[in-house]
């Protein structure tokens, strides 16, 4: 009886008109009957909201509440109370009977009921039908459960903009640190649009990144090599285009947008002084949470929020000016020291391993290593601090064609080469004008900056002249052995 068919048009209430009334909700629901009657006939349709803060509510037909008819309610909606259901409704005299669940995510927010007076009509393919109606009014129902019962908005226009960005503006500035700012800004927005995830993301420490805001817990910024998101796997520009506002009904199986999969995003950018402060983004694991109602909630609060950002990015970044200044200032102190370790030290071991110990205090890193040029200016001896074992027995590493060549070839003065963890910031080692090598510092993403290469500079040219006593050790010539003599001509 039911042939395969694609599923009809299903009418849903727009996004904004969540708190309808009966009237509006009778209208919607003769809309549906007649929809859906020539795939789906039936004599009786009913229909059911799950609210948020529990129980069913009765959407229609009116006349069914006067039966007092109870229906299975979450979670304890199964197979077996739904049949239940669906045989108390033919003792009623209906001989077909379906019962279908309206799911939005991972809870249940409604029940359809089809009903029929001849027997039989429905069999699987019904049954699917019925699915696929189901999940096409699951948005909606969504929403409706989000806000069945809430008390209604005040109807003169703008009075929901007004309201929200009064709310906002009571807690903008009373975070101490962008996460709880974060948090609580969700808090603000929760009356008026739910959010499962609220993100900020502002521009990273290069145009190929952004930096998750709204995670960081305060302090210098841009150290937390988690929080950093490249531009490959979220390209803001390219989502939001020339518009100032984002609004993604269904992501799919979701989107890198957010930490966790979210399946609805609304967003908008955040501007400050003609600048871009970075972007808000909501998110929700059900599609079609968001409308444009929502997104018009989000650019009124924008301004607020993005003043709140800039203020914090100046702050984390005034940190890391303040520790940079104050290493700057132990920096002679630490390099007359360094200069005295190299000298004093006779065991090359033991002054690479001192020197790696007090560079640290000059330039944090996680690692630190030496590539040195011996008869081959493609291939390099890589030397840690404090190798004991002499420089001709160490393996050869090919560096032709790379960063590390270059720079070890005197090609580049420096390089920073840096990817998703981790970043190297590569110096020449120079004597008498000569570069014999380079010496390699590592840390995580976002260690290092552009002032940090000359300092890395100053402490490779205090440890270059010693490692190259080494490296002339290694490719000078051997001496002539004693008592040999020239054979003699005949």
Same mark, same amino acid.
């Given at each position: 009886m039911f042939p395969d068919r694609e599923i009809p048009l299903v009418p849903s209430l727009p996004p904004g008109e969540e708190s309808a009334d009966a009237e509006t909700l009778e209208t919607w629901h003769l809309a549906l009957s007649n929809a859906i009657s020539s795939d789906l006939p039936h004599d009786l349709l009913g229909v059911w909201l799950y609210p948020a803060a529990g129980g069913a509510?009765?959407?229609?037909?009116a006349a069914l509440a006067a039966d007092q008819l109870t229906v299975p309610l979450p979670p304890d909606i199964s197979p077996a109370t739904l049949g239940l259901l669906e045989e108390i409704i033919r003792d009623a005299g209906y001989l077909s009977v379906m019962a279908q669940v309206v799911e939005s995510g991972d809870r249940a927010t409604g029940l359809l009921l089809f009903a029929a007076l001849p027997e039989a009509i429905y069999d699987d393919a019904a049954r699917a039908m019925a699915g %696929?109606? =189901?999940?096409?009014?699951?948005?909606?129902?969504?929403? *409706?459960?989000? @806000?069945?019962g809430l008390p209604a908005e005040p109807a003169h226009e703008g009075s929901a903009e007004d309201t929200v960005v009064t709310s906002v503006a009571r807690m903008v500035g009373s975070a101490e640190n962008p996460r709880?700012?974060?948090?609580?800004?969700?808090?603000?927005?929760?009356?008026f649009v739910a959010a499962e995830q609220l993100e900020i993301l502002v521009p990273g420490t290069s145009p190929e990144q952004w930096y998750r805001l709204s995670g960081h817990p305060g302090g210098p910024l841009w150290s937390d090599p988690d929080l950093v998101v490249t531009r490959s796997r979220v390209d803001l520009p390219a989502l939001f285009g020339v518009n100032e506002t984002l609004l993604i009904a269904d992501a799919g199986g979701g989107s890198a947008l957010l930490p966790a999969p979210a399946r609805s995003i609304a967003g908008v950018w955040l501007e400050a002084g003609g600048r871009t402060a970075g972007a808000l983004? *909501?998110?929700? %694991?059900?599609?079609? $949470?968001?409308?444009? $109602?929502?997104?018009?909630?989000? =650019?009124?609060i924008a301004p607020l929020v993005a003043i709140r950002v800039e203020s914090f990015v100046a702050t984390g970044n005034l940190q890391i000016v303040r520790t940079h200044l104050a290493t700057l200032r132990a920096v002679p102190s630490h390099l007359g020291r360094l200069a005295e370790v190299l000298a004093t030290t006779g065991s090359s071991a033991e002054a690479t391993r001192l020197f790696a110990s007090e560079a640290g205090s000059v330039l944090p890193?996680? /690692?630190?290593?030496?590539?040195? /040029?011996?008869?081959?200016?493609? $291939?390099?001896?890589?030397m840690a601090p404090g190798e004991t074992r002499p420089l001709p027995d160490l393996p050869l +590493?090919?560096?032709?064609? +790379?960063g590390l060549g270059r720079v070890a070839r005197g090609e580049l003065a420096n390089l920073m080469v840096r990817a998703e963890r981790r970043t190297d910031l590569i110096v020449g080692l120079r004597v008498g004008g000569e570069v014999i090598g380079a010496m390699v510092l590592t840390g995580?993403?976002? /260690? &290092?900056? /552009?002032?940090?290469?000359?300092?890395?500079?100053?402490?490779?040219?205090?440890?270059?002249?010693?490692?190259?006593?080494?490296r $002339?050790?290694?490719?000078?010539?051997?001496?002539?052995?004693? %008592?040999?003599?020239?054979?003699? @001509? &005949?």
């Open positions: 509510a009765l959407i229609a037909p %696929g109606v =189901a999940s096409a009014l699951a948005p909606m129902f969504a929403r *409706l459960a989000r @806000k069945w709880a700012f974060a948090l609580a800004l969700r808090e603000a927005l929760a009356p983004l *909501l998110g929700a %694991g059900e599609p079609g $949470r968001y409308g444009e $109602r929502d997104v018009a909630l989000l =650019a009124a890193f996680d /690692r630190l290593h030496f590539a040195l /040029r011996l008869a081959e200016d493609d $291939r390099v001896a890589v +590493t090919p560096v032709a064609g +790379t995580d993403a976002n /260690r &290092f900056g /552009r002032g940090d290469v000359e300092i890395a500079q100053q402490l490779a040219d205090l440890v270059a002249p010693h490692l190259e006593i080494l $002339r050790a290694a490719v000078a010539p051997p001496p002539p052995i004693p %008592g040999w003599k020239r054979a003699p @001509k &005949f």
